[in-house]
Nanobody, 115 residues
């Protein structure tokens, strides 16, 4: 079982920035697609961004140009840099690891953007 530990969430004013981090407990990370999803109250969990082991990235249209996903395989860590935050970015953000064998989820971290 792979553990994912997220950090970096919090309360920020609109226009501000936050950086989320997710550390995986296994080096399977290096062969996995890392991703961030978010879920607002009453909404489904949606993909925000993902990054392959080859650094190919994918973003939701709503965050393109504002968010950047990156990874550090030496630290088994995936990051999400969030700039120009909007009130509609408020949600619980979940780290996701899609390995060749299984899919793992973090416990979630709250991001609240005040307008």
């Amino acid at each position: 079982q792979v553990q994912l530990v997220e950090s970096g969430g919090g309360l920020v004013q609109a226009g501000g920035s936050l950086r989320l981090s997710c550390v995986a407990s296994s080096s399977i990370f290096r062969r996995s697609v890392g991703g961030w999803y978010r879920q607002a109250p009453g909404e489904q969990r949606d993909l925000v961004a993902s990054i392959t082991p080859y650094d190919d990235t994918r973003y939701a249209d709503s965050v393109k140009g504002r968010f950047t996903i990156s990874r550090d395989d030496a630290k088994n860590t995936v990051y999400l840099q969030m700039n120009s935050l909007k009130a509609e970015d408020t949600a619980v953000y979940y780290c996701n690891l899609n390995s060749p064998y299984n899919t793992f989820w973090g416990q979630g971290t709250q991001v609240t953007v005040s307008s």
